[in-house]
C-alpha cells in the first residue's frame, strides 16, 4: 500500500484527486493545513509527500520542517505544486523532492505520482541488487567442489528458467534461501520482486494475514488495509520457507492460490488474481508428514514439482576448506584484521567437526575465530570448537608468529607454516598446495611455481586432493 500525503486547503481538489487516483494499492490522506501536516508524519509513514498549499512568506521555512521530519531510511518523496525550483534548492536535498509549476493538470500530477512510485520501487531493487549481488547473480559462485553439491548447482541450472514450483529441503543452515534467491534471479522474472516468508515464526491468523493480507476491520487492531506477500510478489517470486510449520488450514488456501492463482484477503470477499512462481523450502521430511497426516498430500505434490535436496556439510566434507576460506577472507576484510591465513591443523579439526548447524554454523565459528585471533594466523584454539587440541611449536630465532611460537618459511613472499607434529604426510602435502593456490589466486602455474613442481604435477594434485576451484574469488555471501 502506497501512503500519500496531501497538504492543501482546498477540499474540492482533494476530493477529485482521491478520486482519480483510484486503486487498492494507493491511500491518499490529506491535511488542509501545516500543523495538521506535521502531526500525521510525526504519527505514521508516508511514501509520497504532495504539497499544493500556497506556502506565503514562510513557506520555504515550512517545507524545510516537513523535509526534517523525513526519516533518511525511508524511499520519501516531496512533490510541490504550483512552485518554482530555485525557490528551494537551497534548502531541500535533490534527490527527496520534484516540482510542477504554475499550469500543471490534475493528469500531469497523476503523472508524475505514479512516475515518483516507480521509481521508489525501481530504487528499492537498487538497493536489494546491491545488497544480494554477491550471490544471487551467478550459480559459478557458489562455494562448493564436492561431488553432490555440483550435482545440486547443475539441476539448479537447468530449472531456473522455468515457471514451476520448486521444493528445497535440506537441514537447516545448508543454504535453501541463497538457493531460492539464486533461482529467482536467474528466471524469467528476475525483473519483478523476490518475496521471502517465514512460516516457523508466525503463528496460524498472523500468517494466514502474512501470506494473504487483510481488509480494514478484518479483526481486532486491522486498523488499515493489509496488502499480503503474494500479492507482493504477483508477476515475480514468493519463498515460503519453513513451509513444513504451516498449519492444514492454511496449507488449504495456498493450495487454492498453487491451483487457481487466486484468493480472497482475510475478512474480504473480492478474488484477487496473481501470477507467482512459489519456491518453497523445509527442514522437515515432508513425504513422513504426509503420512503422519501433517501436511497435505496434495500440496507437496503441487510443491514438488521440481525436488532439490541440499546435503548436509558433514557429507560434503571437501567443501570445508573452500568455505572456511571464503569466510576467513569475508570477515577478515569487515574487521579490519592483518590476519594471513589459517594454521594447518585447523582444517584438520574443521573436517573433523560434525557440524550439526551446517555452514551457518561454520560461518559463526570463522567470524568469531576472526574476531578472537591475536595473532597473523588463526589457531586451532580460536575456533573454540569443544575437544580443540592446543598447538605449541617451537619457532626458530627471528621468526615472529603472532602472539604464538610457530615455525614457518618465507619463499618469494610465499609464507608455507610448517605443521604441527603427528599431522600426517598427506594433509601436510595437502595444506601446502591450498597455501599456494591461495596465495596464487588459483592460477596453477603460479602455485606450481611457489612449490618448485611442475604445471602437470599440481594439476593432478589438485584433483587428488579435491581442491578444484580453491583461491579464487568465488562463493555465496
Known amino acids: 500500500m502506497w501512503k500519500i500525503l496531501l497538504v492543501d486547503q482546498n477540499d474540492r481538489f482533494a476530493d477529485e ?3 482519480r487516483i483510484g486503486g487498492d494499492d494507493k491511500k491518499l490522506v490529506v491535511a488542509s493545513d501545516w500543523q495538521t501536516a506535521i502531526k500525521m508524519l510525526q504519527a505514521e509513514q508516508f511514501h509520497l509527500i504532495v504539497i499544493r498549499d ?21 524511499p520519501v518523496n516531496l512533490l510541490l505544486v504550483k512552485y518554482k525550483l530555485e525557490d528551494f534548492k537551497d534548502l531541500i536535498k535533490p534527490y527527496t523532492w520534484s516540482v510542477l509549476e504554475k499550469g500543471f493538470t490534475i493528469d500531469s ?31 559459478d559462485n557458489i562455494v562448493g567442489v564436492s561431488q553432490k553439491i555440483q550435482e545440486v548447482f547443475s539441476f539448479i541450472k537447468k530449472v531456473a528458467k522455468s515457471d514451476s514450483t520448486v521444493l528445497i529441503q535440506g537441514e537447516t543452515g545448508t543454504g535453501k534461501e541463497l ?19 517465514n512460516c516457523a515464526t508466525l503463528n496460524e491468523n498472523l500468517l494466514e494475514s502474512e501470506l494473504f493480507g487483510h481488509e480494514k476491520g478484518a479483526f481486532t487492531g486491522a486498523h488499515t488495509l493489509r496488502i499480503g506477500r503474494f500479492e507482493q510478489a504477483n508477476c ?11 498449519s492444514l488450514s ?51 505434490y503441487r510443491l514438488s514439482v521440481l525436488p532439490i535436496t541440499v546435503p548436509p556439510l558433514r557429507e560434503r566434507k571437501e567443501d570445508i576448506a573452500p568455505l572456511a576460506v571464503h569466510f576467513f577472507n569475508k570477515y577478515k576484510k569487515k574487521g579490519g584484521k592483518e590476519l594471513i591465513g589459517f594454521h594447518p591443523a585447523c582444517y584438520a579439526i574443521l573436517e573433523e567437526y560434525n557440524w550439526p548447524g551446517n555452514v551457518r554454523e ?13 595473532g597473523e594466523y588463526i589457531l586451532p584454539e ?3 570448537i569443544p575437544n580443540t587440541p592446543k598447538v605449541a611449536v617451537e619457532e626458530p630465532a627471528g621468526c615472529s608468529y603472532g602472539s604464538s611460537s610457530q615455525s614457518h618459511d618465507r619463499h618469494n613472499g610465499f609464507h608455507i607454516i610448517l605443521p604441527p607434529e603427528g599431522m600426517s604426510l598427506k594433509a601436510v602435502e595437502r595444506e601446502l598446495i591450498i597455501q599456494a593456490l591461495r596465495m596464487s589466486n588459483g592460477v596453477q602455474k603460479d602455485a606450481a611455481k611457489l612449490l618448485g613442481i611442475s604445471s602437470r604435477v599440481i594439476n593432478y594434485k589438485i584433483k587428488k586432493h579435491r581442491l578444484q576451484g580453491l583461491g579464487k574469488t568465488s562463493g555465496l555471501e
Open 179 to 197: 538457493i531460492a534467491a539464486a533461482l529467482h534471479y536467474n528466471s524469467l522474472r528476475c525483473q519483478e520482486n523476490f518475496v521471502a516468508v
Open 54 to 74: 500556497d506556502l506565503s512568506d514562510r513557506g520555504c521555512f515550512r517545507v524545510l520542517e516537513l523535509a526534517m521530519m523525513i526519516d533518511e531510511a525511508m
Open 236 to 246: 515475480g517470486t514468493l519463498f515460503l520457507d519453513e513451509v513444513g510449520e504451516m
Open 362 to 374: 561454520l560461518e559463526n565459528v570463522i567470524e568469531r575465530a576472526v574476531l578472537v585471533s591475536n
Open 109 to 139: 500530477l497523476l503523472n508524475t505520482i505514479n512516475n515518483t512510485i516507480k521509481n521508489i520501487k525501481l530504487n528499492h531493487r537498487i538497493r536489494y541488487l546491491t545488497h544480494t549481488q554477491g550471490y544471487v547473480f551467478k550459480f
Open 382 to 384: 580460536d575456533l573454540l
Open 17 to 19: 484527486l482521491a478520486q
Open 250 to 300: 492454511v496449507q488449504a488456501k495456498v493450495l487454492r492460490v498453487l491451483q487457481k492463482q487466486e484468493f480472497e484477503r482475510v475478512g474480504g470477499s473480492k478474488t484477487i488474481r496473481v501470477n507467482v512462481r512459489v519456491i518453497a523450502a523445509t527442514n522437515r521430511d515432508l513425504q513422513t508428514e504426509v503420512k503422519e497426516g501433517r501436511f497435505r498430500q496434495d500440496l507437496y
